[in-house]
């Protein structure tokens, strides 16, 4: 098996490098090859432009999926992108490691999905959903917050996380992607929670990294989220049924 992981943390002391280096051994050590793109390490350019794309199809006004679709066409993708998408390509599993900042994930992993999953390549108007460009493929996010797990959930004063997390899990679903059920480390900023020593917190925290490595070596027995597919829309992609299995998104 092959495994690539997504880092968005900025910083290489982080909670989310543990996690991430937590990863990578655990995988290694079950037989995994693993490869990692570390986002800011690498200067990952998140926002989609002109720039990216010097040989234009129209050079007087900038059109992001019609240029993503010319580059695909023309074999003129930003080296930056080709190098993801060979990564992606080689994968059996995706591992997406970031952090919840504002309700949802950092700039940099959404301007990931903006560049990377190009137009005309990676999807087409029938190459989505459950017959994605990834299909047969998992993927699977590892999230950390700063609060308590008790401050999240529908109504809760952190919110609900479900929500939260389905732009990025639809998107994995949309490319095809199999979307195991996310891992959550609750808690991390600073020394954890207020009322907690540091020796505490860091006891907590180790633990989840524990947790963390079990889950990883459990997921042949994880069950995909349920989305709806092709057989679930009409004509105008209306609702025809709810999705079967466990209704694990809103």
Known sequence: ???????????????NAALTAQARQTLENEGATVT???LYQSEFDPVERGQHYPCRLDPTAFSALA?????????RIPDDVERE????????LL????????????????????????????Y??????????????????????????????????GGDPEVMLWPLQYSLHY??????????SFGVQGHGYSYEDADKARARLSGRLDAWATH??????ARPLAFPGWANWDGDGRALAPPTGDPSHP
Not at 1 to 15: D, E, G, R, V, Y
Not at 95 to 114: N, T, V
Not at 130 to 146: E, I, N, P, W
């Open 175 to 184: 490319l095809g992607f199999e979307v195991l059920p996310p891992f959550w």
């Open 95 to 122: 591992i997406l490691q970031f952090p919840l900042w504002w309700h949802g994930a950092p700039a940099i992993l959404k301007g990931w999905f903006d560049r990377v999953f190009l137009s005309g390549g990676l």
């Open 67 to 75: 240029e993503q679709r010319h580059a695909w066409r023309t074999d």
């Open 124 to 157: 087409t108007s029938r190459m989505r959903y459950d017959a994605g460009y990834f299909r047969g493929r998992r993927a699977l996010l590892s999230v950390t917050s700063g609060a308590p797990q008790a401050a999240f959930g529908p109504g809760a004063r």
């Open 85 to 92: 998408i060979h990564a992606l390509e080689a994968a059996d």
């Open 216 to 221: 990883l070596k459990s997921l042949d027995a």
């Open 36 to 38: 990692i793109s570390d």
């Open 1 to 15: 098996m092959q495994s690539h992981i997504i880092h968005a943390h900025p910083n290489p002391a982080s909670f």
